[in-house]
């Protein structure tokens, strides 16, 4: 288990309950996602490009 680092993260509650419902029959789990999104993040320039430029996601006083 030496390869896994334990991190915490705050997400949008919104975001995490629709989540929750769409992958209630699903094997994805936020740590699956959380992974691919990164790998693709890395390795994806598009995927980057994407990440980088939305920002619908803005909570007043966050870095969301």
């Not at 993260?9 to 989540?19: A, M």
Request: proline share 0%.
């Amino acid at each position: 288990m030496k390869d896994i680092k334990l991190t915490s993260v705050k997400v949008l509650e919104s975001l995490y309950k629709r989540f929750k419902i769409n992958t209630v029959n699903s094997n994805m789990t936020l740590q699956k996602i959380t992974n691919r999104a990164i790998s693709l993040y890395l390795n994806d320039n598009e995927f980057k490009d994407t990440l980088d430029n939305t920002d619908e996601l803005f909570i007043s006083g966050s870095n969301f």
